[in-house]
């Protein structure tokens, strides 16, 4: 399969990314690791007349200690962050999930950055980045601007970020006293999530829930924080009871994706389960 033709451009600084971008938003789009546009481009579901490829901008690769936050390079490659030894140590959600996304040639390819502006209801990341409650900055003409992980994901495929911006930096909150797991049921072929289920809890010192946050994936047409279920959970002890009544929940409100990966019965079920797999996984971490 061969893409539609285009024009390339490899900017040297953001500037002059987003100088290009701006006058050319409906025509243009932006490369990072390649993982999600390229095959969209080889099957013509996109036909960007220009290509921007982010790859020679300086300092968009790092992952920061930075006292109560870690800050992630949109650049930085999913392979990076499932070997950071600051992120096992201070936020072990991220490298966890990490390891579920598709193989080691996308982990190796795919980046932070692409995968939360490609906005893919079945990916892995935006359910971590919805649970760690991140922060996630973007670059434009107008200047930089922070937006919330909750408000980040609008739709299929469609993120808070303006056509002319850059997502470059991704902050997400130290859990040494936090406990998290991420668990999915994935596509055979692709790794996709059918369903996945990214948790953080902290518990109070008689072993009841004092907060917790669920982000979702694969469910609707976006990635979502299941509020129903951590408004049932938060104040009480986590028992397989208790865990088994809120996760009914978890679809609440949601319109439920039906494909040849399940019925929305199905899709429903396997939300439900994976829920109390997954919070139960954060209790034992």
């Given at each position: 399969?061969?893409?539609?033709?285009?024009e390339?451009?490899?900017?040297?600084?953001?500037?002059?990314?987003?100088?290009?971008?701006?006058s050319h938003?409906?025509?243009?789009?932006l490369?990072?690791?390649?993982?999600?546009?390229?095959?969209?481009?080889?099957?013509?579901?996109?036909?960007?007349?220009?290509?921007?490829?982010?790859?020679?901008i300086?300092?968009?690769?790092?992952?920061r200690d930075?006292?109560?936050?870690?800050?992630i390079?949109?650049?930085t490659?999913?392979t990076?962050?499932?070997?950071s030894?600051?992120?096992?140590k201070?936020?072990?959600?991220?490298?966890?999930?990490?390891?579920?996304?598709?193989?080691?040639?996308?982990?190796n390819?795919?980046?932070?950055?692409?995968?939360?502006?490609?906005?893919?209801?079945?990916?892995d990341?935006?359910?971590?980045?919805?649970a760690?409650?991140?922060?996630?900055?973007?670059?434009?003409p107008?200047?930089e601007?922070?937006?919330?992980?909750?408000d980040f994901?609008l739709?299929?495929?469609?993120?808070?970020?303006?056509?002319?911006?850059?997502?470059?930096?991704?902050?997400?909150?130290?859990?040494?006293?936090?406990?998290?797991?991420?668990?999915?049921?994935?596509?055979?072929?692709?790794g996709?999530?059918?369903?996945?289920?990214?948790?953080?809890?902290?518990?109070?010192?008689?072993g009841?829930?004092?907060d917790i946050?669920?982000?979702?994936?694969g469910?609707?047409?976006k990635a979502?924080r299941?509020?129903?279920?951590e408004?049932m959970?938060?104040?009480k002890r986590?028992?397989?009871?208790?865990?088994?009544e809120?996760?009914?929940e978890?679809?609440?409100?949601?319109?439920v994706?039906?494909?040849?990966?399940?019925?929305?019965?199905?899709?429903?079920?396997?939300?439900?389960v994976?829920?109390v797999?997954?919070?139960?996984?954060?209790?034992?971490?």
């Amino acid at each position: 399969m061969i893409p539609a033709s285009f024009e390339y451009l490899a900017p040297k600084s953001l500037k002059e990314a987003v100088d290009f971008i701006s006058s050319h938003s409906e025509d243009v789009k932006l490369l990072a690791g390649g993982q999600s546009l390229v095959p969209l481009m080889k099957l013509r579901l996109a036909k960007p007349r220009y290509i921007v490829d982010l790859g020679g901008i300086p300092d968009l690769n790092y992952i920061r200690d930075e006292g109560d936050r870690i800050a992630i390079g949109s650049l930085t490659t999913h392979t990076q962050i499932e070997e950071s030894e600051l992120l096992k140590k201070r936020c072990p959600l991220l490298p966890q999930t990490a390891t579920t996304i598709g193989d080691v040639q996308v982990r190796n390819q795919g980046t932070i950055g692409g995968s939360l502006a490609h906005a893919d209801p079945a990916g892995d990341m935006p359910a971590a980045i919805l649970a760690l409650g991140a922060d996630i900055k973007a670059i434009g003409p107008n200047g930089e601007r922070w937006i919330k992980a909750q408000d980040f994901f609008l739709g299929l495929l469609t993120s808070a970020l303006e056509p002319d911006e850059i997502l470059t930096e991704v902050r997400v909150p130290v859990l040494e006293k936090t406990k998290s797991a991420y668990l999915k049921a994935a596509q055979r072929a692709s790794g996709f999530a059918v369903v996945g289920i990214a948790v953080c809890l902290t518990l109070h010192q008689d072993g009841t829930c004092e907060d917790i946050a669920i982000g979702v994936t694969g469910v609707g047409d976006k990635a979502y924080r299941a509020e129903g279920v951590e408004n049932m959970l938060r104040g009480k002890r986590l028992e397989e009871k208790l865990l088994e009544e809120a996760s009914v929940e978890i679809v609440n409100g949601q319109d439920v994706i039906e494909d040849i990966n399940g019925s929305k019965q199905y899709r429903s079920h396997l939300a439900r389960v994976y829920t109390v797999r997954a919070i139960q996984s954060a209790l034992k971490a």
